[in-house]
């Protein structure tokens, strides 16, 4: 049995291209060149030298050993907090706006939610020239203020996307409208493995250098490649994706995702999606998603801009739903927590999104040998005001 | 052979396709539009299944949608509203929506609903061309139940030829890539676009959708298909400053004098 | 003639350690063990294992492309913003902080100006346990809000230093006094290549990492070590020490270093300390320092609070002096115009101090084939206000 | 022979020294100050030359150099001030200031000014007794200038030997290692750090600093040494509600009753 994509798009039962006709040459083109064109040695050669030059790649695998300590096993971080622009996020947007560029096109839009594929989409535009809409969602906006203004003055357009829960899901809404009025010269630079197939095997494949690195770095490090487990948080899935890549067909690897349960995954203030969703189609992809009987989305609610989103990528949806994968769920309060642990035992404050992954730690009993890399996905610098607001309460 | 066939049966120009949210403005004024509308000589209505996430439509159409979720629609309202349709007018109605709200409904489920109100094609915009015929298009055959397919300036001849063959009701050909809700003039890349459509798919019906607003567009859209279908434009004007039945009295004769 | 520091522990005519009795066996301590302590073995494997997995070492020499072009000439960053914590003080604080412990501290002050040197600070601290007090001037806790956030997040009390100008220098001042107060169980971790001997030779020898990748990374892309020009900020000079160090004694490689001439050199308002200063002793060096006739300190300007600071380490005066390496003074305004370009150029958002160093590609005129690698010290999420608020009011 | 050495070799037991900032309160209170301080028995008076960064001072000195800075004290009003010293008084004066004042204002005029107002000593607390012994000592020796220089518990007995050698004046012992301005009472490890510098230099003169702040602390650090030297403590009475000369001779009848 496989775990990645099949000939037709889909993981199992989960992904597809559900999409209005106004998209489909872009998203035809995009599924009958990505393969050819990311496998050519030119643009190969031309992502792998901006991945290490301009991203600071490999990211390192920390043996964490405070951390370690207290949770008695060895934990590995794998530190995607230091790549540029401070996310796993730009690892995509890399590969995408050199593909872009092979396609052709000249201006690009981007979704949202943390902002952090927003800074990191803005960052490659700057660095091709290329013209750059990013859609925000408006209470993100407001939430994640110093990404924003990173966007700016890094010469990006930042649309307020005002409709639903105005978050990251109105803010993929938005852009996908966008690009059904700007079909011909604009690409879309989705930020997660979500969306219409190929966007999800794209963008994992663009994130695989994550596990491809830890395979390596493990080696050194243990002389194994295989870890014990695998920790990520998920929203959308990108950083999971990328961080579990390598090791999808390697079943002495276990997986863990931690959802974000907002206030708690009963409260209706949740975005649990793999607990509280049903398969059903969002941005073109069948997945699990949280919605109503009438398939009506579900506003979700998480405290974290980048995890607050009612669907998850299809690869993922069919690892949990085949149990290949756990999921933890992970409340606003146990992030905050785990977020001060990591920043006081460690000295590394972690992006909101990436605490939810640690707050795993709380939950599962490791046996002392058992090696355990934590997706360190992205820096906090972004959620500084949140988490001052948090201390101060408290 | 359902109300919508039968109609292009007999009619084959200048053919007016309203679209309107279902529960909207009020959850009540479903059936009264649709026979406001058919009163005043609109040839089909296209009724719109409110959707939290309607990716293929523009704000207009967005927000009376979620306007519509709040008044409290949802597609088990909607059929009973609809089961009075057929007492009163025998006006083609198509439904639109999106591909999830059936899903979750039930796919037969739903089809079996809109054959007993009287519901006679559907319009399903992220339903791809491939997975219907792969998968569903037996269920509405054997319904008698119409589908409408879109085709862009940017589907190629191949696809056009396809996207017709599998419209049973009309293929709903989109004015220009953008959103509904946009208005503007036909330019000459549109033009040049209908006349391929035209010189490509001479037998089958079709009905431009997509900034048609006002008379001129309408009839300026007539001359190169069937008919046209406006939507946003509609939607504007039922929340006018007359009374619900006068607003769309005074919107549908200035679309036709 | 070498430029390296002499036996008594002075540059030429500048170093040196005039220090109060009372510090007196703490820096005899620290200069009688500094080299033998770090020159051992596990000292070097312990400080190179952190610097490549926890600060992300060797930082990438990028060429940029863009930039290279609107110059016209080879302009290589060395991407010391892509270090933990985002600047290249983290490599001083991983030094200082293992030597700390093999002297058997338990206690940790530092002062900071931009807060980069405080972060990186409490950083070490959370790693390894230490209690941590950051002295930073008030007007500074005010400008640099999001360091501070991020010093109390990692578990630092940041003191604020009320004297004087209220800034850097205030807050070394503070920080002398305390380790005045306590000096038995305390550790003076200080940010730059400034104090008393052995301070600014052993600061100097941590951050001369920086160049010794510098020359691997250059050798590796044009086949020669030395570049033609090296560009660096100067506040205290640590950036720029290590980006020279290994150059030294290479005379065909030229040293630029751009100091903050604040709202012009001669307003009254500028920290162009190697312009306006004359040698005098300002926190335990003879060096280059901006005071009155009577040798009282003249308080310093520049918006950038990492370069707010009247002296300069004695290894770069004596640099100065003796026509080594050459000053250029850059405004406020320079400095942003600077900052904005490399965002909207390269998408990188530099450090405001670091936009210093990239204002001097617009004085200086170089040859198509010269080879010029600047020093990319720091990113600037810290500085965002302050961009947003130029952006905003131009 | 100057007036410091005058004095510790008539005096050998209970020698009070105050230390004042020149300049402070207002800036023509300095030698009103001396004056008082002579006229109330003090035995020495050490004027502090106010800096801008007093590393080795703590708060309540600093603020009081920065107020005198902003009085505009500075060198040569100081030498001007001081210039009529010797017609009113005797006492030994010192002055107290940072090394940096001395170099830019030129050492060796700096050192004939305070020759020719009458100054005594010097303690310059960031001077370090290497380069003073290898640079200045004998342009202090050839103008009859004493030194003193600071040891404190730290402080190696080798080192203290040198510092005591090297002290023309007296030696400074720190009551403890921390800035001037702190007040508390004597400790056990205070007590065996007196007593072992008593032991080790039984033939120095010593005056001990930081931290006296009263009567019982003053007569408390005679035990251990010739005397004592009070500043934080004088500085704030110096502000007290009263008038500058009613304060200053409250405070010293406080600590000598
Ligand atoms: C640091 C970080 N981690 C994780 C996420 C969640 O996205 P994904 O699940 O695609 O990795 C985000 C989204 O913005 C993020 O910024
Ligand atoms: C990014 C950055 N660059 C430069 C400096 C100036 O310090 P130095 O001259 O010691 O490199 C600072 C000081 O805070 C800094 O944060």
Redesign the interface.
Known sequence: MTYNINQKGFYGQFG???????L???IARLKDSYLEITSKASFKQKFHALL???V?RP?????AE?LSEKYECQIYLK?E????T?AHKINNTIGQILLARELGKTRIIAETGAGQHGVAT??????M?MECIVYMGSVDIVRQA?NV??M????AEVRPAE??SKTL?DAT?EA??DW?????ETHYIIGSVVGPHPYPDMVARFQSVISEEIRIQLKEKIGRENPDYIIACVGGGSNAAGAIYHYLDQSDVKFVFAEAAGLGVETGHSAATSILG???????ANTL?M?D?????IEPYSISAGLDYPGIGPMLANLIHSARATVEAITDQQAMDAA?SL???????PALETAHAFAVLERKKFLPEDVVVINLSGR??KD??T??KA?LAS | MNRLQKLFDTKQGDILNIYAPAGYPKLEDTMSIITELDRLGVDIIELGMPYSDPMADGKTIQDSSQIALENGMNLDVLFQQLSTLRENTQVPVVLMGYFNQLVQYGLERFLDSCVKVGVDGLILPDLPMEIYSNQFQALFEERDLSMSFLVTPETSDARCQTAAQLSTGFLYVVSSSSITGKSGNLGEDQISYFEKIQSLLPDTNKLIGFGIHDQASYENACEYANGAIIGSAFIRALTGDKELSSNIEEFITSIRP
Do not use: W
């Open positions: 597809g291209a559900y999409i209005p006709e106004m489909y040459s872009n290490k030059d301009y600071g990211s390192p695998l920390y043996f405070r530190r907090d230091l790549n540029h401070g803005a960052t490659v535009c700057a660095l020239d110093a203004s990173r700016r003055m890094l010469g409709s639903g899901k809404n996908i409208r059904i009025d700007n079909p011909v049903k398969p059903g189609i969002i941005h073109g998603l919605q009987k009438y398939g009506q989305i001060f920043a006081r035992t460690e000295g590394i404050i906090g610098d500084l005001p988490y001052i201390d």
